[in-house]
């Protein structure tokens, strides 16, 4: 699946790995994040933390109508406020994928799949 | 000073969440990054307050105790990038000192550099030039002294040395802060707390604003910020950047800041006030500078004063071609249409029968998306429908609705004829999906008839046509070619008008004169005299007639 674009020159097609991979690479860079889950942690059998090249598993982009609605799954540490982190995470995800791609976002859902303590 | 306890860390604390909230405004202006959202500050400033409440309820000396009561309230205020990130810094701090009673140099330092490695755990990637590397350069600073210092004043004053300075560098590291020209929001946030902290570790107190050196910063960014938030001058809703200074003078009203902001903002945005004892000094855009001029002389006289227009400024900015385009949002409308045609006669006719705005364009000249996108804007409705009248703009037309911002939505129109049936069937109080469907639906029932020059030596669907000649194009069909405009005219009208032709309406171009449109009209009526026939001048080029068939 991809999203297509069009102008006076012709199309462009951004392929929703894209789309995966400058979100979860926004989103691993916010406060609070230490990585991407999968979303179907039993299914896919890892409960690890994704690495860049499955993004994917843990990126799910939707496109509804006009609007891409966009499903990360997200592993936060432990001592931050949850809530605040995952609201980091949709404002950066929503600012950096207008800014680098142009394209309306409709929602940003964080499900937060995992906490991780680490020993401070 | 050799150590410090709990009493007095919930001063440092106080101290230092009050010097952040005097300077939250500035903070806010130098947040670019992750996200240009401006908000930094305030969110520094409620986490803070948060931490320091929580403190004053804790009495207690023991140190452990105090700083375990700030990460509590720090984690529950949190906001914002920022705040997490320094309620993480102050947790990990709390967690290494929880047992201590009171603090001595080398067990700050210590605690600081905790708080570092907390804080740097909570993020897979860490960006450097922001909070985190100011937070970790005060620590490692902290930590190099701790051996051979032991008054716990003079290292943290080297800490805070070092958190300036590190806060300096942040735009080498972080190249988005070095294009704006600004440090780091969050790790400026983090220089106000620390300063808070020392100054209440010297029991000093802290300037209650930034001296008046950092109002030319605040006002560059303002101005930074203005200029940026409009795309047209019209925009700009307060004209006039005004800056003055008002001398306190005995005898005139008292002043008071919050009282003097507050009676000012109804003047205008973009406000900054910065006061001492003796003079405060005011930068606002407003719309009737002379009011607020009037207004600061209940106070005093007036010093250094500059106005300057910035709508002046700003057509300066973008030059004469961009205020031609800049087109006037009309009154705000719950519904408009947006079409697309050639020719200042079928715009007319378009807008008579209901279009808002009518783009320029047409075959061999097709709007952009962007030309479709701005009329969309320009509009200023609620909701959009765009009638291309052309199969080549459909697609920019789509594009368009995609990413205007509003609800719209694209009726297929291929031709002015299309076009029009579709305006006839908008109805201002369905929904954009109704109204998409009807008027496609009217589209489809009005025929379509074109007569325009052949442009070279061709043969289509069977036709020999001839440079120069005329075509007859039935819907998207060529139906006829020769060089005799009134006989293609009529051998396309014969093809598509029959018994059920109800209406005719005949658009003459440029090419063409009334005088043969009324012929024309004449020659329907032998092929079906019951049809109605009206004619408009169109003023279109390369077409001399179109014809509309329901």
Known sequence: MSVEISNDYGKIDISNDVITQIAGGAAVECYGIVGMATKNQI???????????????????????DNLIIDMYVIVSYGTKISEVAYQVQSTVKYTIQKLLGLPIKAVNIHVQGVRVTNP | MKSIDGIQFAEMVRMGAHHLHQNADYVDTLNVFPVPDGDTGTNMNLSMSS????TEAQTDAHIGKTAQALSKGLLMGARGNSGVILSQLFRGFGKEITNDAELSPRRLAEGLQHGVDTAYKAVMKPVEGTILTVAKDAAKKAVELADKEQDIIRLFEATVEEAKASLQRTPDLLPVLKEVGVVDSGGQGLVYVYEGFLAALKGEKLPERQDMKSMDDMVKTEH????????????IEFGYCTEFMVKFEDGKKAFDEEAFRNDLSVYGDSLLVISDEEIAKVHVHAEEPGKVLTYGQQYGSLISMKIENMRQQHTDIVGEGHQKEAVKPA??????????????GIAELLKSIGASTVIEGGQTMNPSTEDIVKAIQAVGAERVLI???????IMAAEQAAEVAGIEAAVVPTKNVPQGMAALLAFNPEASVENNRDAMTDAASLVKTGQVTHAVRDTSIDGIEIKKDDFMGIAESKIVIAAPELKNVAQELLRQLIDEESEIVT?????????????????????????????????????????????
């Open chain 2, 224 to 235: 930074h910020k203005s200029v940026a938030g409009f795309m047209n001058t019209d925009e």
């Open chain 1, 43 to 65: 299914r896919d059998g890892l409960t690890d933390i994704l690495r860049k090249e499955n993004f994917a598993k843990g990126v799910i982009v939707r496109q509804e109508a």
């Open chain 2, 51 to 54: 931490g320091a409440k929580e």
């Open chain 2, 387 to 393: 009638l291309p009248n052309n199969k080549n703009i």
């Open chain 2, 506 to 550: 005949i658009l003459y171009g440029e090419d063409s004169t009334e005088k043969a449109a009324k012929e024309l009209a004449e020659f329907i009526g032998t092929l079906n005299d019951e049809a109605e026939v009206e004619i408009h001048h169109g003023r279109q080029p390369l077409y001399p007639y179109i014809f509309s068939i329901e």
């Open chain 2, 331 to 344: 009154e705000t409308h719950p519904y408009a249409v947006v079409t697309v045609a050639m020719g200042e």
